[in-house]
Every structure is written in C-alpha cells, then in structure tokens.
C-alpha cells in the first residue's frame, strides 16, 4: 500500500497534502493498491483527504505532535509505514517533509528520493522516478531497488481534483517518543500562499531600482492572487526578504505562470526557476539573457509596462465575471 | 565544543551541464569544482564563528576522492583545524550519509553541520539521514542560531516564514542562507592550511538503495513571443487563451 504524511498547519490539512494523496492514490490505482492518509497531530478537514483519493485517513494524535519535531514526526511516520506494511511513502516537498525524508528512509531501509516530479515506472521490480538535479538545470530517472522508496513530491507536479468522498479519520495509537527540540515561536506571513506552493509568482529584480517601486509589484501580484519573489542580489541588499530570493542559491519553485520584472537571467536565477510552466519576461534591454528562456517576452520599461499590465489584469478579471 | 561540519563539491554554478555514456554519467570535461555554497557560506563559517565565542575544533569531512583535497584545503583556509577524507565516489546520499555517521558515532562532536542541501544533485537528505542514523535530533533549514547558556536557540525556514526551536544536547542541523556571511580565505589562512591534518581513511562501506540511472537536459524553449509594451491587454488574453494559466 501507499502512505502519505498528509501535513497540516494550524490544524488544518495544506494544499501540498491534498496534491500528494491525489498522486498517491493514482500510484495506488496504477499498482492495483490503495492509498492511505496519516494526519499526525490535530487536523479539523483530514476527512476531505478522500476526496483526492485516499481510501482511508489515519490519525495520531497525542500532545507530542502538537508541534513539529523532525526525529518524532519520521519515526512515528515509519512505524506506521510499517505496520501498514507501505511499500512507497510519500511526503510533501516542503521544510518539514524534506527534513524528514532522510530519516524515514534510514528507518524503513528505504530508497529516498527528494522532489518526485512525476509519476513513478515499475521496472524489472525496480521503481523508477524522474527528477529535477542540478537545480532544474537537467532532469534525472532515479531507481530504486529496496522494495520500499521514501519521497517527497515536487510541488505542482499533478493538479488535484477532488474525485472521490469525504471518508471518516480513524485514530491510531502508537507509540509517540518524545521531542528532544521545542519549538518556542512561530512567525509566518499570513495569508500568503508560501512561494513552493505558489501557482503564479511575481517576481522582480535590480531593475526595480529603489525597493520603495515595489508597490508596482505588490500590485501586479494582488490581482493575479500571485506570491512575490526576488532576486538574490535584491534579497541580499536587504530590499526584500531572504525568504522570497528565488534560484540556484534560493528557492526552487515551478509555477504554472512566473512573471519576471527587471531580471536579467543571470544563470543562477534561471536554475531555480525555469521549471515553471510559463514565463513572462519584462525587461527594457530587449538583449537580457532571460528572453531566452521566456515564453512571453515585454521588451519595455517595467514602470511603464507593470502598471499597464496590472490595469489590464483588472479589465480581464472583471469581464470575467 | 567540538563541531563537524560535512562538505561537498560541486559544478561550479555556471558550468556547462551535460550528461555522456547514453546520459547515464555526468560529464565533468572542462567543469571547473567549488565548495558547495550552503556548506561554505553557511555551514562552515557557523561553525567557526561558535568555536570563536565558545573555543573548541572545527572539523570537517569529506566523501570522494584525492581530485577533491583542493576543496578540503580551502575549508582548512577558511580556518577549520583538521580534515577528514574518505576515500570514495559518493554515489548517492546514504553512502556519504553512512560514511558520516560511522566517523562521528563515538567521536563526541556536540554540533554536525551540513549544507542544506548539494547545488548539483538537491538530495536534502545527507543531514537527515546522518541524523536518523546516529539517533540525534535534526534541525533543517537553519538561518539563525544562538547560544543560551546550555541550550541553543535556532530559527529555521519554513514556508512563508520562520519557526523558532530550543535544543540542548548533540544535534545535527542543515544550513541555510542567512546562518552566516561568506568569509574568503586570506593569505595566512592560506599558508597555514598545507600543513594542517588532512587524514584519508577507508569507506565502511554500504549497499546503495536508490542511484540516479539516467539523465537529460530540458529541450531547449521555443522561441519566446514577444508583446508590444503598449498592448498589455494581447499579453493578457495570450495567457488566458493560448497560455491557459489565469
Ligand atoms: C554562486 C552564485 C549563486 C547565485 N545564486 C543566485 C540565485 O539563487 N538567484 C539569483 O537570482 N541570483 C543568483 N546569483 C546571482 C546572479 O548571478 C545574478 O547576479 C543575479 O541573478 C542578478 O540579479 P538581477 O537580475 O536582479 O540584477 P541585474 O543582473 O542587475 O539585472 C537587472 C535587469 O533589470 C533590467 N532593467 C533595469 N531597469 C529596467 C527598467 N526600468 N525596466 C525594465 N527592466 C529594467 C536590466 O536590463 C537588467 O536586465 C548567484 C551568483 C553566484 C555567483
Ligand atoms: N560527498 C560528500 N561528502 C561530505 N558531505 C557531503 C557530501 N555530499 C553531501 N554532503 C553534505 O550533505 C549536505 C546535503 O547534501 P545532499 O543531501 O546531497 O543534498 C551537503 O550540503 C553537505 O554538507
């Protein structure tokens, strides 16, 4: 069978969780298995996990989940795959599940493989899944052997739909051991859909100027619904925060639609982000590097063409109501 | 204390990425190497700014081959005191995670320190798996962390913001950006590292349960369509139509 660790926030399930069961259970129906959800801690809406295809939704809840503690959530997450005898166990791409990812396969003796971003080939009993290395530069097929394969799925790979019904959480006991770390505070900005997760991404670079311009952006972003990003000089300038620096040396993302404004295409800034499905290049130097790996490109002046566009994001939208 | 921090080496980030043999191989002709960024920048200088405030060693360790002494001398350079290599071909993240952890099972290092993940091969698994083997609490994504008497205070990225963790006792982190600034080798620093320890010392050795099998470079993008400045509105309805991603 197929487990998922189906990650929750706030006590609520994420959207990286409802991505992973729906590949999950298309694995589980391509094997001829099923697919098995596990809340760990608190979760209000784990039931909708069967929406996307989980056959069935496991719960620990015990006060030693109540916060993320990376030793904890992996042993308490294979000895579950254990029990349930789980012969793949699929975790978000995410802070917690990659930090996990090495101990689970350390505990199952499991192949790991980080960032799957399609869906797995059974091969002379070996299974075989592709990819991203060199931070998006190139694609790679990783096999493995041991009969059991921990990974955690690249966001966006498959768009979820919500085929199946609501199923009823099932409580599970089993030993919790206790945290040796405790996590004191949280901070996180709110309301934003976090940049990995992010379908559309607005991003800008040195060309933006001063950061007191980045209301052009803000603004750009809020009527596509998009996450701001940046690049690393930006970040490292202090213009924007560290967390939205995007590439080799940042974050990998690969959203459906990644609009970049005042960016040259610096290779290191194209490693993290030429996954994305589309690419919007606004650049006023029509020989910017980016171009090149733009599928739209807006060879003009950002403080021109940004507002332009944004107004014209707002004309679509409302006639599209 | 006594700190251990794991280094890898990697393609220089504007290398030239192709595969040979059928696309089964990594073709490393004309590729120049560096230290890993987040094992440099982050990990290393960490590690050294504690053994400043705090005393203690800096070690470092490596899994691959001579060709790679460069890389551990510069570690030396940046100001580690001693290194340690051993001599393989890492082929994937548990056989280098493996090697770590059976160096540093008895040797009492209070803090393990790895990048937070390779820029060639993006595992972010070393760090855990050196974790789950050695039973050891793991952190990830470290870009701040300070002493507090006999606990350590460490933030850590997670998506959309930062968490805060108290942890007391020997535990293993991965490092990211923000947990130090870049520190670049002087000259005595230079000069000091060829006569510091540099000790090689056989693999344990394990099985391999995963291994990347082939590899391929994204087709090259058809030629991009370039929009009028004036005419945001044809942008707009291309990537509604044509584009279908709003
Ligand atoms: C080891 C290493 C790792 C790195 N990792 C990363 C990484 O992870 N991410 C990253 O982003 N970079 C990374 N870099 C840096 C990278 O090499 C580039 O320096 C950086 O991406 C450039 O940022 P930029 O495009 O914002 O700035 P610039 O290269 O300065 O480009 C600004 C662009 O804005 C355009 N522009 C200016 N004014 C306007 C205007 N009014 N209207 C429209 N366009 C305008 C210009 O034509 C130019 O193309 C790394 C570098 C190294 C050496
Ligand atoms: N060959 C190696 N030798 C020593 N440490 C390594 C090696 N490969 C990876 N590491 C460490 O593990 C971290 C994460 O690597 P990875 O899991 O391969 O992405 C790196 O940043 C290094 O700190």
Not at chain 1, 224 to 253: M, Y
Not at chain 2, 44 to 65: F, Q
Request: aromatic share 6%.
């Amino acid at each position: 069978m197929i487990l998922v660790f189906a990650e929750t926030q706030e006590g609520k399930v994420k959207k990286s969780a409802f991505e992973a069961v729906y590949y999950g259970a298309k694995v589980a129906a391509d094997q001829g298995t099923t697919c098995t959800a596990l809340l760990l801690g608190q979760a209000a809406d784990g039931g909708h996990l069967g929406r996307y295809g989980a056959s069935e939704v496991l719960q620990v809840d015990h006060p030693s989940l109540s916060a993320f503690d990376s030793s904890t959530f992996s042993k308490v997450l294979a000895s579950v795959a254990q029990d349930k005898k789980a012969t793949l166990v699929i975790l978000p791409d995410s802070a917690n599940g990659k930090s996990m990812l090495g101990q689970v396969a350390i505990l199952l003796k499991a192949g790991a493989i980080r960032g799957a971003n399609a869906l797995p080939e059974i091969k002379e009993g070996g299974m075989e899944i592709g990819r991203a290395v060199f931070s998006g530069k190139a694609f790679a097929i990783c096999r493995v052997d041991t009969g059991v394969a921990v990974i955690s799925l690249a966001g966006n790979t498959l768009k979820p739909v919500a085929e199946g019904n609501e199923v009823v959480v099932k409580k599970v006991e089993t030993v919790v051991p206790s945290p040796r770390t405790r996590v004191v505070n949280v901070r996180r900005t709110t309301g934003i859909v976090p940049l990995p997760e992010a379908e559309i991404v607005v991003s800008a670079g040195r060309g933006m100027k001063d950061p007191s311009n980045w209301g052009l952006v803000e603004e750009l972003a809020e009527v596509l619904g998009a996450t701001t990003a940046c690049s690393r000089p930006v970040a490292d300038s202090g213009w924007r925060p560290h967390h939205e620096h995007v590439g080799q040396t940042g974050i990998a993302i690969r959203p459906n639609l990644y609009i970049a404004i005042g960016i040259s295409g610096a290779i290191q800034h194209l490693a993290g982000v030429n996954s994305s499905k589309v690419i919007v290049v606004i650049n006023k130097d029509p020989e910017a590097p980016f171009f090149k790996a733009a599928d739209y490109g807006v060879a003009g002046d950002l403080f021109e063409v940004v507002p332009q566009l944004t107004l014209a994001l707002k004309r679509f939208k409302e006639a599209h109501h | 204390m006594k700190l251990l921090v794991a280094i890898s080496q990697t393609p220089e980030t504007t290398a030239r990425i192709a595969f040979k043999d059928g696309g089964t191989a990594f073709d490393s002709t004309g590729v120049n190497y560096i230290m890993n960024p987040y094992d440099e920048w982050y990990a290393l200088v960490r590690a050294l700014e504690l053994k400043e405030e705090k005393g203690g060693t800096v070690t470092v360790i490596h899994c691959g081959p001579a060709t790679n002494d460069v890389t551990l001398r510069k570690a030396l350079a940046i100001g580690a005191d001693d290194a340690i290599r051993v001599e393989m071909e890492p082929a994937s993240a548990y056989s280098v995670a493996h090697e770590i952890a059976a160096h540093a099972a008895d040797a009492g290092y209070d803090l393990i320190l790895t990048g937070k993940e390779t820029i060639d091969f993006n595992g972010a698994l070393v760090g855990s798996m050196v974790a789950g083997l050695l039973d050891l609490p793991f952190i990830s994504h470290v870009s701040k962390m300070v002493m507090q008497g006999d606990t350590v205070l460490v933030t850590r990225d997670i998506e959309g913001g930062v968490e805060e963790i108290e942890v007391s006792g020997p535990f293993v982190l991965s490092a990211a950006k923000g947990l130090a600034e870049q520190r670049i080798p002087n000259m005595r620093g230079i000069m000091s590292a060829k006569t510091k320890p540099l000790q090689v010392v056989s693999p344990v050795g394990t099985d391999l349960p995963d291994r990347h099998i082939r590899f391929s470079v994204p087709p090259a993008k058809s030629a991009v369509k370039m929009i009028d400045p004036s005419d945001m509105d044809t942008l707009v309805r291309l990537l509604h139509e044509e584009a279908k991603v709003i």
